[in-house]
């Protein structure tokens, strides 16, 4: 990584973050749809638990885990944006000189 970045210095911003953003966003969605992979199997084991707590939905409710399934994985790629647009940013030979 840090060989390729030392190699992109002579690269407009606009082309070094188009290169590396990408690959924060793939690492973060990755997580949290591990995440909630292993919540969701993680629910349906616990349904027989949760059942006599849940009232006006089912412990089987599709349209949550749906909306939860696709919620999450949004939020997280939201909660990456920034971070990851300013470290994009950064000129490589700065950063190692300090």
């Given at each position: ?19 590396y953003v990408p690959r924060i966003f793939g690492s973060a969605l ?16 616990a349904t027989r638990a949760l059942h006599a707590y849940l009232f ?43």
């Amino acid at each position: 990584m840090a060989r390729a970045a030392l190699s992109t210095f002579s690269e407009s911003r606009f082309r070094k973050s188009a290169r590396y953003v990408p690959r924060i966003f793939g690492s973060a969605l990755r997580l949290s749809l591990t995440g909630v992979s292993v919540g969701a199997i993680a629910t349906i084991w616990a349904t027989r638990a949760l059942h006599a707590y849940l009232f006006g939905v089912t412990a089987t409710d599709p349209a949550t885990y749906l909306i939860v399934g696709i919620g999450l994985p949004l939020i997280a790629l939201a909660a990456c944006w920034r971070p990851a647009r300013r470290a994009a940013r950064i000129d490589p030979m700065t950063l190692l000189r300090q």
